[in-house]
């Protein structure tokens, strides 16, 4: 059924069709009984899915990556999805329009997404009028980043702003500078700013009354002397966990043709095409360190043989995004009734 809505869907703008279906699904859930019909349809309620992660308990290990939620404003909806938890964002200080437009481009042949959105928001405090409307209990986690306008040196104060404001509103945090589409954002998983950036968010993290859980999200592109760098700040600042990976900016082993690619141009890669490096880092991570934090891992998972395969690599967590999208909501019920079977 859904594989039929998906085909017409297809025919469609991604960007436009992404808000239509935002208004579909909350239409749907509107109607008297229909959120209990999800919930049967899509969760699976079992403790043995329960994970116990830096201080929180998430009731199965299958969360909604960031962007698809850019401003907190789909997650009650969402959440009857069968989500274990849901990050919103990414979130900047001040709302911003993001790239000129044709900005989402779907690549069919390769099951993926190229997106050049950068970080079109609302801005922090329209995320928080929404994170006001809470009505589930479902884990929010919030990512944050910079605004396009915001020069390099000065994005701790950018990161620290939107940290504070959003601070009673989320469970955790995830600190995004690995967007390929903000200009020179990378340049911040350097490791000199990026420790600066870290220790700045964790001293602030100290002084509150309960600190809250803060994780880095990392490129895919990252070489392995890169990678040794992320577990040595980990550590040095005593983060809480790493998300990978965010999209990549390689086209290697595409099925769509070149003309296609260079007709859609840049942006990041998100999908099927990205399942492999993912996994590697989550590997690499996970054994160079010792297991030594969490991580969060995230890239192609478009089946439970993928969510397997990325918890087996070291993930303690997983995210899905364009696996969503093409695959449907079936495929959380599917994660987690592997992971049970595995269990």
């Known amino acids: 059924m859904y594989k039929l809505i998906r085909s017409l869907f297809f025919l469609f703008d991604p960007e436009k ?6 208004k579909l699904i909350r239409f749907t859930l509107s109607i008297p009984g229909m959120k209990s019909i999800w919930k049967k349809m899509y969760s699976v309620e079992d403790k043995r899915l329960e994970r116990k992660l830096f201080g929180i308990t998430f009731k199965n290990p299958v969360g909604l990556a960031a962007g698809f939620d850019k401003n907190g404003s789909m997650y009650n909806d969402l959440a009857y999805c069968g989500f274990g938890f849901i990050e919103i964002g990414t979130v900047t200080p001040v709302g911003q ?14 099951s993926g997404i190229i997106n050049r959105m950068g970080f079109n928001n609302e801005g922090v405090e329209n995320a928080i009028e ?25 994005a701790t104060d950018d990161y620290v702003l939107s940290f504070n404001a959003l601070f009673p509103y989320v469970d955790y945090f995830v600190v995004n500078v690995s967007s390929p589409n903000t200009p020179n954002l990378r340049e911040l998983q350097e490791k000199g700013p990026l420790t600066e950036l870290l220790r700045t968010l964790q001293e602030l993290n100290a002084k509150k009354e309960q600190r809250k859980p803060v994780l880095l999200k990392i490129a895919p592109d990252l ?19 790493v998300i990978a990976t ?14 296609v690619l260079s007709k ?23 054994e160079k360190s010792n297991k030594a934090f969490p991580i969060i891992g995230v890239g192609g998972i478009h089946s439970a043989e993928d969510a397997l395969e990325k918890i087996n690599a070291g993930a303690d967590l997983i995210q899905v995004y364009t696996g969503f999208i093409y695959e449907g909501p ?3 019920k599917k994660i987690n009734q592997a992971i049970l079977k595995q269990s």
Request: glycine content about 10%; proline content about 4%.
């Open 330 to 332: 079936r495929l959380i």
């Open 223 to 241: 070489t392995n002397e890169q990678l040794d760098d992320i577990i040595d700040i980990v550590k040095e600042v005593k983060l809480d966990g």
């Open 17 to 22: 069709i992404h808000y239509f279906t935002a």
């Open 130 to 154: 929404n994170l006001k409307k809470r009505k589930t209990s479902i884990i929010i986690g919030g990512n944050i980043g910079k605004n396009k306008v915001t020069p390099n040196e000065s």
């Open 264 to 286: 859609i141009g840049a942006g990041g890669l998100s999908g099927k095409p990205v399942k492999v490096r993912s996994t590697e880092v989550v590997r690499y991570l996970s």
């Open 97 to 110: 329009p993001g790239n000129d437009k044709p900005r989402l481009f779907r690549v069919k042949e390769d």
């Open 246 to 259: 965010n999209t990549t900016i390689s086209r290697e082993g595409l099925k769509t043709s070149d003309e």
